[in-house]
């Protein structure tokens, strides 16, 4: 077991995701890799759900976070985003939502229309580091992102580098910690080089298709559907590979020293963070204020756990 922001030197975990069904989402399924029971985060990637490919109204009503970054990555359909700071965007596949906490924000999340669409996202937060996790909160959209083409053996594919910096190609968004998330094609037949930072830790998600990671010593295990492949830290480079076409996210960081305890929508560092938080919530503080256009209707925080929350600690 190493303890938080020690590298644990290179290894190949199956980080195995599991359904979950969330009543906010009316009716949808998610598959959750992030956290998990032996490593709760990434870098300072410390959730990950997809929401899809499914046909679904999604209704996620008002809801608070603090101490962290959303990131929406939407694969199929549209989605719009409301937020107490009174933004209001419709967000479309290649496109990237980035909404920062900071001390407080409340946001909901609809499909477009009244009935059932086609829908699939990925939804991830990122850990905001001490220095910024008290920040004010703030709201971004980017509608293109830059690429990199990673050339290997059978063809070149494309990595959209979604957030933080992959082969030197740095992302618009803001990021306030040593991070990367992208998106890359890897087209059929070919095997391209995934280039990692050695000092961070690394994880690869095959999102379409069916993708193989390799490094020097031969094939990894690749995880069921939804899992992350865990690769620990001190790899150069991986090869990811595809026989008929596949998109894969890779997603890292500075090993993340600080420990976390994570509730609900929040993230904080201690128990009494997360009742400050609750009570402010269903207090209705105006530390998280309204969402426009609903008349007041929320998500009300649970009721807190009857023990004291403690951070969570990793395995690896």
Sequence with gaps: MTSHGEAP???ALRLEARDVPLGGLRAM????ALPHRALPTIG???FLDRFGP??????????PHIGLQTVTWPLEGEIRHRDTLGSDVVLRPGELNLMTAGAGIAHSEY??????TELDALQLWVALPDHARHVDPS???HRTLPTVELAGRG????ATVILGTLAGVTSPATAHTPIVGAQITVPAGATLPLPLEPAWEHGVLVVDGTATVADA???????????VLYLGTGRESVAVGSPSGATVVVLGGEPLAERLVMWWNFVARDHDEIVAAWHDWNGRSARFGEVPGHGGVRIPAPPMPDVRLTPRSRRV
């Design 9 to 11: 030197g290179p290894v």
């Design 29 to 32: 399924q998610v598959r959750r």
């Design 44 to 46: 300072a990637w410390c």
């Design 54 to 63: 499914q046909r679904a109204t999604m209704r996620v009503e008002p809801h």
């Design 111 to 116: 499909s477009m229309g009244d009935s059932p």
């Design 139 to 141: 709201f971004e959209t």
């Design 155 to 158: 063809g070149a594919g494309t």
């Design 217 to 227: 010593s031969g094939a990894l295990a690749m995880p069921d559907d939804g899992g």
